[in-house]
């Protein structure tokens, strides 16, 4: 395929409710959406960034800047694309940045699966009719509101409860959660917030029997997580520390981790995605799906490779309706009552875009031709 045109579309979105890690609250969302044109078709890629550099260094702007000075040049540069992959020999010279290489390359691989009129499911070879959902509930002010919402989200049939957690809001919240529900499947999520100070705290925490501890050192430590892990019996699955197959195989050959979060932004596209998906199925490390409070679009994306046979995990891809007063697709993500989201059988991502409310959101608007 020869791509003819990009557009960039810079999206604002807010959120239902604030959402608050260790790192950050927030309350709306900025991310840019991808169109590649070819020979009447639209291929849709959503690039996962933040307007703020907190949960990695990529923002809104720097990621604007690289897609529109370097990637689209690069595409651009190539007669013809036979399957998405390629793009990323020449994306590979650009260090990093891998949000902003992974916006392009969905787009690419959208357009690869609608031009072959397959589901992006069956380009990524995934096999899954539905996969399993959990839900990721930020920092509440009060224990009453995080009960409300694990009450909330075990009654929508969720199938992992994964909590984020930070210094003075851990164990006890843990405990009070594991008391009041019992045996649920239950995570936390500390992005980073510790150090090896901490150590006593997680070893204190083997005794909620959590399904894993994600991230809980620093964000580029792969060293220091290979010692905590020896010390405690609760796997730890590491996300931010993640940016490509390369820091999976030195990870799992430490011992840093037993579970690996893979979100598609973060290490640079589906195809490395999907590599990582078979190393780890080789090592026997299960996966899941990661996700950035995405929109539809960057949702059918997550969807699409969850479908592979080693994410034996539930993910973080939720429902539009749980961020979204409206989401951009149509029809919406939804999830069944035994916490399942049934894949699309629609060539490509499997959704429409819907316009009308992709232009509502749309704060900025870039067209570049391939001349
Ligand atoms: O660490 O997984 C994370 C959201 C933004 C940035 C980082 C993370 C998250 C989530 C939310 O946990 C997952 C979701 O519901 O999309
Ligand atoms: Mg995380």
Same mark, same amino acid.
């Given at each position: 395929?020869?791509?003819?045109?990009?557009?960039?579309?810079?999206?604002?979105?807010d959120?239902?409710?604030? &959402?608050?890690?260790?790192?950050?609250?927030?309350?709306?969302?900025?991310?840019?959406?991808?169109?590649?044109?070819?020979e009447g078709?639209?291929?849709?890629?959503?690039?996962?960034?933040s307007a703020?550099?907190?949960?990695?260094e990529?923002?809104?702007?720097?990621?604007?800047h690289?897609?529109?000075?370097?990637?689209?040049?690069?595409? &651009?540069?190539?007669?013809q694309?036979?399957?998405?992959?390629?793009?990323?020999?020449?994306f590979?010279?650009?260090?990093?940045n891998?949000m902003?290489?992974?916006?392009?390359?969905?787009?690419?691989?959208?357009?690869?699966?609608?031009?072959? $009129?397959?589901?992006?499911?069956?380009?990524?070879?995934?096999?899954r009719?539905?996969? @399993?959902?959990?839900?990721?509930?930020?920092?509440?002010?009060?224990?009453e509101e995080?009960?409300?919402?694990?009450?909330d989200?075990?009654?929508?049939?969720?199938?992992?409860?994964?909590?984020?957690?930070?210094?003075?809001?851990?164990?006890?919240?843990?405990r009070a959660?594991?008391?009041?529900?019992?045996?649920?499947?239950?995570?936390?999520?500390?992005?980073?917030?510790?150090?090896?100070?901490?150590?006593e705290?997680?070893?204190?925490?083997d005794?909620l029997?959590?399904?894993?501890?994600?991230?809980?050192?620093?964000?580029?430590?792969?060293?220091k997580h290979?010692?905590?892990?020896k010390?405690i019996?609760?796997?730890?699955c590491?996300?931010?520390?993640i940016h490509?197959? @390369?820091?999976v195989?030195?990870?799992?050959?430490?011992?840093?981790?037993?579970?690996?979060?893979?979100k598609?932004?973060?290490?640079?596209?589906?195809s490395?995605?999907?590599?990582i998906?078979?190393?780890?199925?080789?090592?026997?490390?299960?996966?899941?799906c990661g996700?950035?409070l995405?929109?539809?679009?960057?949702?059918?994306?997550?969807?699409?490779i969850?479908?592979?046979? $080693?994410?034996?995990?539930?993910?973080?891809?939720?429902?539009?309706?749980r961020y979204?007063?409206?989401?951009?697709?149509?029809?919406?993500?939804?999830?069944?009552?035994?916490g399942?989201?049934?894949?699309p059988e629609?060539?490509?991502?499997?959704f429409?875009i819907?316009?009308?409310a992709?232009e509502k959101v749309?704060?900025?608007i870039?067209t570049?031709?391939?001349s």
């Open positions: 395929m020869r791509i003819e045109k990009i557009v960039v579309r810079k999206l604002k979105m959120y239902k409710f604030p &959402f608050e890690t260790s790192f950050a609250r927030t309350t709306d969302r900025e991310l840019l959406i991808i169109e590649a044109y070819s078709l639209v291929g849709y890629g959503e690039c996962v960034v703020d550099p907190y949960y990695s990529e923002t809104v702007g720097t990621a604007s690289i897609i529109e000075e370097f990637l689209v040049p690069l595409v &651009f540069s190539k007669d694309i036979s399957h998405p992959d390629e793009i990323n020999k020449d590979s010279r650009i260090r990093r891998n902003a290489k992974s916006a392009i390359e969905g787009a690419l691989w959208d357009l690869y699966a609608k031009k072959k $009129n397959i589901t992006l499911t069956e380009a990524v070879g995934g096999k009719k539905k996969i @399993e959902v959990g839900v990721s509930i930020g920092i509440q002010e009060t224990l995080l009960f409300e919402q694990v009450q989200s075990l009654d929508k049939g969720f199938n992992k409860i994964k909590m984020k957690i930070k210094p003075g809001k851990d164990i006890e919240i843990l959660v594991r008391e009041k529900f019992g045996d649920i499947p239950l995570m936390a999520d500390a992005n980073s917030a510790y150090t090896l100070d901490d150590i705290l997680f070893k204190e925490m005794s029997n959590l399904m894993m501890i994600e991230q809980p050192l620093a964000h580029d430590d792969i060293i290979a010692t905590l892990q010390a019996t609760t796997p730890i590491l996300d931010e520390s490509s197959l @390369e820091d195989q030195n990870a799992i050959e430490l011992g840093s981790c037993k579970i690996i979060n893979i598609i932004g973060r290490v640079g596209g589906i490395e995605a999907i590599k998906h078979d190393y780890c199925e080789e090592k026997n490390i299960p996966v899941w996700g950035m995405e929109s539809g679009i960057g949702r059918a994306h997550n969807i699409a969850t479908t592979l046979e $080693n994410f034996t995990i539930p993910g973080d891809t939720a429902p539009s309706s979204w007063h409206k989401d951009i697709i149509t029809p919406e993500v939804v999830m069944d009552e035994e399942y989201i049934h894949v629609q060539p490509g991502i499997g429409d819907d316009q009308e992709l749309t704060i900025d870039k570049y031709t391939n």
